[in-house]
């Protein structure tokens, strides 16, 4: 069975950083690409940054290029988004998801259950 | 990275069909066939629900079907069950190798 676990959802203050953790289990995690996807309570989804499984490939949404980092650990089984100079707007449910495919951008097959960031001003 | 276009609600009464519309540019649907669409039941996480514009993942009822024409993907239901009033949102790859989602359409079940 597929799990994807996230971790490290805080409370903090605009301009502090914050990494967000993935624990994958119940498939390969070095033939897949995975993702972040970010939700805000309410409001609709929204793809923040992807990789893939050699993490040849890294890419991000407009929103939060620059500011964040996303990385994966194969040999942990472990994705990891590092978040840096949050801002109010980044308040959402981050949800870890696993692509189809390895090497292309596809579909989140499989998510997490997320892990809640709450940016205060 | 513009988001797709999704009606805000469709509604339904059991045992009818619907229809949700998703509408992009060349830049992702029109030129790609990677078009999924999830499920999102209230405080749970997206479901994949079709994949690749007209697949179904093992498990998904066959209730649910996709397709695309041009630069618009299409989901639909047929007949409804209360079970699936939810919400549902249309994904796509797009030219700048990002992925990009529809607003969300709130499918309500009469």
């Known amino acids: 069975e597929v799990q994807l676990v996230e971790s490290g959802g805080d409370l903090v203050q605009a301009g502090r950083p914050l990494r967000l953790s993935c624990a994958a289990s119940g498939f390969i995690f070095a033939d897949y690409a995975m993702h972040w996807v970010r939700q805000v309570p309410g409001k609709g989804l929204e793809w923040v940054s992807g990789?893939?499984?050699?993490?040849?490939?890294?890419a991000y949404a407009d929103s939060v290029k620059g500011r964040f980092t996303i990385s994966r650990d194969n040999a942990k089984n472990s994705l990891y988004l590092q978040m840096n100079s949050l801002r109010p707007e980044d308040t959402a449910f981050y949800y870890c998801?696993?692509?189809?495919?390895?090497?292309?951008?596809?579909?989140?097959?499989?998510w997490g259950q997320g892990t809640l960031v709450t940016v205060s001003s | 990275q513009s988001a797709l276009t999704q009606p805000v609600s469709v509604s339904g009464s059991p045992g009818q069909s619907i229809t949700i519309s998703c509408t992009g540019t060349?830049?992702?649907?029109?030129?790609?066939?990677?078009v999924s669409w999830y499920q999102q039941h209230p405080g749970k996480a997206p479901k994949l629900m079709i994949f690749?514009?007209?697949n179904r993942p093992s498990g998904v009822s066959n209730r649910f079907s996709g397709s695309k024409s041009g630069n618009t993907a299409s989901l639909t239901i047929s007949g409804l069950q209360a079970e699936d009033e939810a919400d549902y949102y249309c994904?796509?790859?797009?030219?700048?190798?990002?992925?990009?989602f529809g607003g969300g359409t709130k499918l309500t079940v009469l």
């Open positions: 990789i893939s499984w050699t993490s040849g490939t890294v």
């Open positions: 060349s830049s992702d649907i029109g030129n790609y066939n990677y």
């Open positions: 994904s796509s790859y797009t030219r700048s190798t990002t992925l990009v």
């Open positions: 690749d514009v007209s």
């Open positions: 998801t696993k692509d189809q495919s390895g090497r292309y951008f596809s579909t989140f097959e499989y």
